[in-house]
Each structure stands twice: as C-alpha cells, then as structure tokens.
C-alpha cells in the first residue's frame, strides 16, 4: 500500500518561510512526477508546483520567485521549499505523486493527507 505522509506545516508570519517535506513509500517500484498542491477554505484545490523524475519545475504564478520545489529520489521524497509568505497561502497543502508498483506497471496517483500551512501576524 503507497502512503505519502507530509509534514513542515505550522503557523507562520507573513513574510516567513516554512519547507514542507513529503516522503512517499510502500511497495514503489518508481515515481515519475511528484508535486505539492493546495486548497484554502472555500476554494478549490490548486497546483502549487511540479517536479519530474528527472529534476524538470514548473511552478504556478502566484508562487513563482517564492516557492521551490525539489525532490531526493533515493529516499522517495519530495521538498516545498516557501519564503515570502503572504496571507493568501494560507491552506492546506497535499503532496502528490505518479508510482509504478512494478516494472512495466502504469502509473497511479497518490495523494498525501495534508498539511496545513497559516500565514498570519
């Protein structure tokens, strides 16, 4: 069974940073992209950033500059590296990733349980 467990979230002040950190296991034979998604109260759930197995980024507009997403593939884990926080982060953010269970198997996705992230002085 995959599980993606995050953990880094917390309150902090606007113009703080936190890293969020993602580590996925279980029963993987290989992930290919891994990513950090959000949703604040009342809204939908957005993309905050990508990476793919072989280090390719791609980050939504509204963090770009701010946010860096990186990723250990020896330990199956994925980083959200965030600074300059702004009240509109605020949410929680879910860490996602595509694994192979076993060579030649396709893809699935995998979500984590969330971590909540509040921006407020």
């Known amino acids: 069974q995959v599980q993606l467990v995050e953990s880094g979230g917390g309150l902090v002040q606007p113009g703080g940073s936190l890293r969020l950190s993602c580590a996925a296991s279980g029963g993987i034979f290989s992930i290919s992209t891994m990513g950090w998604y959000r949703q604040a109260p009342g809204k939908q759930r957005e993309l905050v950033a990508l990476?793919?197995?072989?280090?390719?980024?791609n980050y939504a507009g509204s963090v770009k500059g701010r946010f860096t997403i990186s990723r250990d593939n020896a330990k199956n884990t994925v980083y959200l590296q965030t600074s300059s926080l702004k009240p509109e982060d605020t949410a929680v953010y879910y860490c996602n990733a595509r694994v192979s269970r076993y060579s030649g198997s396709y893809y699935d996705t995998y979500w984590g349980q969330g971590t909540q992230v509040t921006v407020s002085s």
């Open positions: 990476i793919t197995s072989g280090g390719s980024t």
